[in-house]
C-alpha cells in the first residue's frame, strides 16, 4: 500500500465528538476516495474527489464531510460522531478517469471506534 | 440496495485444489470488473480485472470469467496455495471511477 497513508490507524471516540481522518498520496494522483468497511457490508464509499478543491458524496455521505484543499491530502470529518459510524475506514487514490481499476490504491486502514 | 453481490460469505478449499470465489451484478452499466485481496489489517489491494467485452482474463494461477448474459463473474485459484488465504473482494466500475464492492468472500486454504 505504498503510496497512500491514513491517520491515525486506529481511535476511540465518545459518541458526540468530532474528528478528522487525513488521508496523504504521493502519487500525483487526481481522484480520491473514502471507503468504510463494516462486516458483511464489504466497502461503501462515503465521498470522492475527482481534483484538487472538488468533492462528491458516495453512497453513504451522511454524517461526514470532507475538504480537498490540497492535492495530495484528502480529509474526512466526522461532526458529531456516532456508534453507527464505528468502522473501518480505508482512503485510496487513482490516477486517472478510466484507469482500469488497477491503479488505485488503498491505505492500510483507519480503525474507528464510537463509544 | 446491493448492486454486486457475493453470497457465499466464506469458502474452505485444500491446498492445491481449485478455488471459485462468485459474484453476481445486477447494473448492467458496469463496464469493467476487478477483484482485490485483502489481508487482516492491510488495504485491499489489486488482484485481476476483465473489461465487459471479454469473457476471460487469465493472470497465473488466476483467472476471471464474466457471463454478462448471468450478470455473473467468477475468480478461479489454481493451485490454491495457503497464502491465497485471505478476503476476495469483487467489484464494478460504474462511470467515473466509482467502484462498487461486493460484501467479500473469506477464503481459507487448508494445508
Known amino acids: 500500500n505504498a503510496g497512500v497513508t491514513q491517520t491515525p490507524k486506529f481511535r476511540v471516540l465518545k459518541t458526540g465528538q468530532s474528528m478528522t481522518l487525513l488521508c496523504a498520496q504521493d502519487m500525483n494522483h487526481e481522484y480520491m476516495y473514502w471507503y468504510r468497511q463494516d462486516p458483511g457490508m464489504g466497502l461503501r464509499l462515503i465521498h470522492y474527489s475527482v481534483g484538487e478543491g472538488t468533492t462528491a458524496k458516495g453512497e453513504v455521505p451522511d454524517g461526514y464531510n470532507v475538504s480537498r484543499l490540497k492535492k495530495q491530502n484528502f480529509l474526512l470529518g466526522l461532526e458529531s460522531a456516532a456508534p453507527s459510524q464505528t468502522s473501518v475506514y480505508f482512503c485510496?487514490?487513482?490516477?486517472?478517469?478510466?484507469?482500469?481499476?488497477?491503479?488505485?490504491?488503498f491505505g492500510e486502514g483507519s480503525w474507528l471506534t464510537v463509544v | 440496495d446491493q448492486q454486486v453481490k457475493q453470497n457465499s460469505p466464506s469458502l474452505s478449499v485444500q491446498e492445491g485444489r481449485i478455488s471459485i470465489l462468485n459474484c453476481d451484478y445486477t447494473n448492467s452499466m458496469f463496464d469493467y470488473f476487478l477483484w482485490y485481496k485483502k489481508y487482516p489489517a492491510e488495504g485491499p489491494t489489486f488482484l485481476i480485472s476483465i473489461s465487459s467485452i471479454k469473457d476471460k482474463n487469465e493472470d497465473g494461477r488466476f483467472t476471471v470469467f464474466l457471463n454478462k448474459s448471468a450478470k455473473h463473474l467468477s475468480l478461479h485459484i489454481v493451485p490454491s496455495q495457503p497464502g491465497d488465504s485471505a478476503v476476495y473482494f469483487c467489484a464494478a466500475i460504474q462511470g467515473a471511477q466509482k467502484l462498487v464492492f461486493g460484501q467479500g468472500t473469506r477464503l481459507t486454504i487448508n494445508p
Open positions: 485510496a487514490s487513482s490516477l486517472d478517469r478510466r484507469s482500469s481499476g488497477n491503479t488505485i490504491y
